[in-house]
């Protein structure tokens, strides 16, 4: 076999990446980790393919070399934001190191391709001292206005981020199962980012809300089965909600309570967790705390929160005053038991 730098010619680019997934399997990536690795791959491939003269299917590995990365990776970037190029440039690096391991290539080529400097990482939560509060009232109260209203699942949504900080995918993971202990000291058990799990407390006000809202499904959906499996945030439909239908209706949520102009650039969904996040950390707690809270896997993300809010510490983070605002708009009398 022919050998050019090392490599033997005649590996297709596209069977060393497929072998890459295939290796990857034992680890367990979640599906949406799998397509993003796909899509970064996939991008340096297409600009590979074009410069190379070929169909990105019969680009060789043997033809990708420093030189040619470089110019793939300076041309990927005069299109896509830092983030885009840092996130590609590091799947890159994981599929060459791959490669390397697998005897497919002499050495990593990366290393001679620019990465751009991470941007600080700074929260981004709702802006405004009051917001929160104003965003729980307007939900409850329905001032969200659709073809077919559904306050009670608006309300677990919001609720659920402002209390709890939980991701979108981790959101629409929850089963109603995921909502485990007696009624009063009831907490939600999340599988987050790398299946790290962690159990979150919720206080009385958001067990009547997840109780007013499993109530509503019932009756909604007479003919659904709502059984421990189950997801617990559903659609219109009575199916688990999407990721852009979760997405959807926190915007339409800060529209309805005019609060859209509060919403950092970009965060949606995420400003809600930042909220709990920052909260915390102005009302006292500790990075470690975040950090099992938040379900960080670094403690220096968690030590961020602290370091932007640089308020003195005022109570334990079990006294977040969101649930003072949540409590006006829930009825504890009402909070449901999960069903067995």
């Not at 993003?36 to 680009?59: Q, S, T």
Request: aromatic share 4%; net charge positive.
């Amino acid at each position: 076999m022919s050998v050019v730098c090392g490599i033997p010619l005649g590996v297709l680019l596209s069977e060393a990446q497929e072998s890459f997934f295939l290796a990857r399997r034992s680890r367990k990536d979640s599906p949406h980790t799998t397509a993003a690795y796909r899509r970064d791959l996939a991008g340096i491939v297409a600009l590979l393919a074009a410069a190379a003269g070929c169909a990105p299917a019969e680009l060789e590995l043997a033809r990708v070399g420093a030189g040619a990365l470089r110019a793939a990776f300076g041309e990927f970037a005069e299109t896509h934001a830092k983030t885009s190029v840092s996130r590609a440039w590091s799947t890159w690096n994981q599929f060459m190191n791959f490669c390397v391991a697998d005897g497919l290539v002499a050495g990593n080529p990366m290393g001679a391709v620019a990465r751009p400097r991470p941007a600080p990482s700074m929260p981004k939560p709702l802006r405004g001292e009051d917001t929160p509060e104003q965003l729980l009232s307007a939900v409850a109260s329905g001032e969200r206005k659709s073809r077919d209203p559904w306050p009670e699942r608006d309300l677990l949504v919001v609720g659920l981020g402002l209390v709890t900080g939980l991701r979108s995918a981790e959101m629409r993971a929850l089963l109603v199962s995921s909502v485990v202990g007696r009624p009063g000291e009831q907490r939600l058990h999340v599988r987050g980012k790398g299946s790290r799990e962690r159990s979150i407390p919720i206080s009385a006000p958001m067990e009547a809300v997840i109780g007013r809202y499993l109530a509503s499904c019932r009756a909604r959906f007479p003919g659904l089965r709502l059984g421990r499996e189950s997801a617990l945030v559903l659609d219109l439909r009575g199916e688990p909600i999407g990721r852009g239908a979760l997405q959807y209706l926190v915007s339409c949520c800060y529209r309805a309570a005019g609060i859209h102009d509060r919403v950092p650039t970009g965060a949606n969904l995420h400003a809600l967790r930042h909220t709990f996040a920052t909260r915390l950390a102005e009302d006292g707690a500790n990075a470690a705390e975040i950090m099992a809270l938040l379900g960080h896997a670094n403690l220096n993300t968690s030590q961020n929160y602290i370091e932007a809010t640089g308020r003195e510490q005022r109570a334990a983070a079990v006294g977040n005053r969101t649930y003072r605002a949540l409590a006006k708009v829930a009825d504890p009398g009402s909070a449901g038991v999960v069903e067995g």
